[in-house]
């Protein structure tokens, strides 16, 4: 991974044809592509094709949480895809982490299999509610703990924890980082933000950024700009 972290763009669009606007307008060197449930759900598994065929970075969000065996197989599929990175929620637990590892061993373009910790929409009153009272970044740590322990190659994580986790996982361990906001930017449903230069001086690899491009007037100018803040 290169000094700079790598952009990617969540392609948070209802579908396909409202996607391929800005992308083409892209070039695969200057960023990576998010394709999540949304837009997955709609322009399913030929539109991921298609956007590999391009030459991009694929990172295929679908943040799977199922049985061990449901997982591997999932998995398994989105390899085959040709994708980039796929994601995993590291609360599946051990077996499932180690399930969605194997699947991976012997594919020939390996992706990165990442495990998501605490969503970045979830505050600590959040957690409690759903029986966690660890402080997110706690739990956070806790996860990417067990995750790298099950043999994951990083996590998505805010970037408020991404100092915290390299700390304690040593450098290597990809950290993912959504919830990023560029100053002034809606923060959305988002609540554990931070701003791209504020995130790239943590030597984060991999920024996901999405309204605050997708949603911009002019998306790939908001693009260069967050690139810009990163020079300064
Ligand atoms: O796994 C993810 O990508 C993810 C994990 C997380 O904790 N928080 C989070 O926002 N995401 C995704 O990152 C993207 C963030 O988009 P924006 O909030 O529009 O920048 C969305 O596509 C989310 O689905």
């Known amino acids: 991974m290169s000094q ?4 990617c763009i969540a392609l948070d669009y209802p579908d396909a044809a409202s996607a391929w606007p800005l992308i083409d307008q892209l070039e695969p060197q200057h960023c990576a592509l998010k394709v999540g449930k949304e837009l997955f759900t709609s322009a399913g598994p030929d539109f991921v094709r298609e956007l590999v065929a391009r030459g991009f970075k694929v990172f295929l969000d679908l943040k799977f949480h199922d049985i061990p065996t449901t997982v591997h197989n999932a998995v398994r599929a989105a390899a085959e895809l040709g994708v980039w990175m796929v994601n995993v929620h590291a609360s599946g637990g051990r077996r499932m982490l180690e399930a969605a590892v194997a699947a991976v061993a012997d594919v020939k373009q390996r992706p990165y299999v990442i495990a998501v910790t605490v969503l970045t929409s979830m505050t600590a009153e959040d ?8 402080a997110p970044a706690t739990h956070v740590l806790e996860l990417a703990k067990l995750a790298q322990t099950a043999g994951l190659d990083g996590v998505v994580c805010s970037a408020q924890e991404a100092a915290a986790i390299a700390q304690q996982c040593g450098a290597g361990f990809l950290r993912v980082t959504p919830g990023i906001r560029p100053a002034g930017a809606a923060q959305g449903d988002q609540r554990r933000i931070m701003t791209p230069p504020e995130a790239a ?4 690899e991999v920024l996901v950024i999405g309204r605050p491009i997708t949603q911009a007037a002019d998306p790939v100018a908001a693009l260069l700009e967050i690139k810009q803040s990163l020079m300064a």
């Open 4 to 7: 700079q972290p790598i952009i």
């Open 127 to 134: 957690l409690a509610e759903v029986g966690i009272t660890a």
């Open 201 to 204: 001086a943590l030597g984060i």
